[in-house]
């Protein structure tokens, strides 16, 4: 289920992609105007980055209450991307990234005690816009993605508790703000994961899944380069 503060904005499939080339429009207008600078544009970065997964939708709902749920609570994200500097402001970088969520733990009377494990991983490109200033210590940024998701679960199939292991790979969207700091990067995203499938569900049709999540993250940045 989306948030209300948020549902004007993530309401369809095509409100997404508008939203995410609305942001790439911008970002890029907003790089094309900034003013040089020095001292930040030159070689490349790896960023190292562990956070916090906040599960949305039928990801985060209740296994045993709600049809399609699947009970995943907050989860530990760990991940990297390879930062290429392409001006003074813009950055592309190929990212990877690792989300595990926390398990959904019942009990039934057949089964006894179980779980259900869901994870995802991520391969993108972000593309992003740090905004132009003199203070090189405190540096905010916005940034867009798009990739691959692959949508993982393991456990029991919730309308006939046979077992389930299967996965899913869709295409997925991010919105991420943030700011550096010195050597460290902190921010927080927006991830857009949204897909058809029978694989997660006993029934004649595929059934339509929302599993974007909110996220906390940390980075280092290790630069790479003169």
Do not use: C
């Amino acid at each position: 289920m989306i948030r209300p503060g948020l549902r004007f904005f993530f309401t369809g499939d095509d409100t997404l992609l508008r939203s995410v080339l609305f942001l790439l429009g911008l970002m890029i207008i907003l790089a094309q105007s900034a003013p040089v600078q020095a001292g930040d544009s030159s070689g490349s970065q790896v960023t190292v980055e562990v956070g916090a997964a906040f599960p949305y939708g039928q990801l985060g709902a209740n296994f045993e209450n709600t049809r399609l749920g699947l009970g995943a609570t907050r989860g530990l994200e760990l991940g990297f991307s390879y930062r290429i500097h392409l001006s003074e402001t813009v950055s592309i970088a190929p990212t990877f990234f690792f989300l595990d969520y926390g398990n959904y733990e019942g009990f039934n009377d057949e089964l006894g005690d179980y779980r259900v494990q869901s994870s995802s991983y991520r391969y993108a490109a972000e593309l992003m816009v740090k905004m132009p200033g003199t203070d090189k210590l405190l540096r905010p940024f916005l940034a867009v993605g798009a990739g691959l998701n692959r949508n993982r679960v393991t456990g029991f199939y919730q309308d006939n508790f046979r077992d389930l292991e299967k996965s899913i790979n869709t295409m997925g969207y991010s919105l991420r703000v943030g700011a550096q700091l010195a050597g460290l990067e902190f921010s927080v995203l927006y991830n857009i994961n949204r897909f058809n499938t029978w694989q997660f569900y006993h029934s004649d049709f595929r059934e339509r899944y929302n599993w974007d999540n909110v996220g906390l993250r940390a980075g280092w940045l290790i630069p790479f380069g003169d």
